[in-house]
């Protein structure tokens, strides 16, 4: 198996609200239907999908709660992570973690979407962010 990640699928209560808040956020649906969006995010897809439903496919029990990941957004700037902050603010996101300095080095925030799954926002001096939004480890 290559050392990638294809698609990240994010279970959802209510797939139009979900589906508006990454519109609001700025995101384009690539493809559709009543039950499932994808939008094409770099070289990647992000998919929003019945969570129960999602559960039964992936063979797993829903237990409800954070499911232990963290996606994040990283951004060229500090000024960045405020200006995306305050759009998924602006969305409907609830802010949890106000841009602020890190442990790292970096600068971050993190926003929770309308199902709860928490996006940090991040600038980190040391990666290398390409023009496409791709990141290096190192600079």
């Given at each position: 198996?290559?050392?990638?990640?294809?698609?990240?699928?994010?279970?959802v209560e209510d797939l139009a609200r979900s589906r508006q808040f990454y519109i609001d956020l700025g995101w384009t649906p690539?493809?559709?239907?009543?039950?499932?969006?994808?939008?094409?995010?770099?070289?990647?897809i992000v998919g929003i999908w019945d969570r129960a439903r999602?559960?039964?496919?992936?063979?797993?029990?829903?237990?409800?709660?954070?499911?232990?990941?963290?996606?994040a957004h990283?951004?060229?700037s500090p000024a960045d992570v405020h200006t995306i902050?305050?759009?998924?603010r602006?969305?409907?996101?609830?802010?949890?973690?106000?841009?602020?300095d890190t442990v790292w080095g970096g600068y971050s925030?993190?926003?929770?979407?309308?199902?709860?799954h928490p996006w940090e926002v991040a600038h980190n001096p040391s990666w290398t962010l390409g023009e496409d939004g791709s990141i290096t480890i190192g600079s």
């Open positions: 198996m290559e050392q990638r990640v294809s698609l990240v699928t994010l279970g690539t493809w559709e239907d009543e039950e499932i969006v994808f939008f094409q995010t770099g070289g990647m999602l559960a039964e496919d992936s063979g797993v029990t829903d237990q409800g709660g954070w499911g232990g990941v963290t996606l990283n951004v060229g902050t305050e759009e998924a602006a969305a409907g996101g609830i802010v949890v973690r106000e841009p602020d925030s993190v926003f929770l979407d309308p199902d709860g």
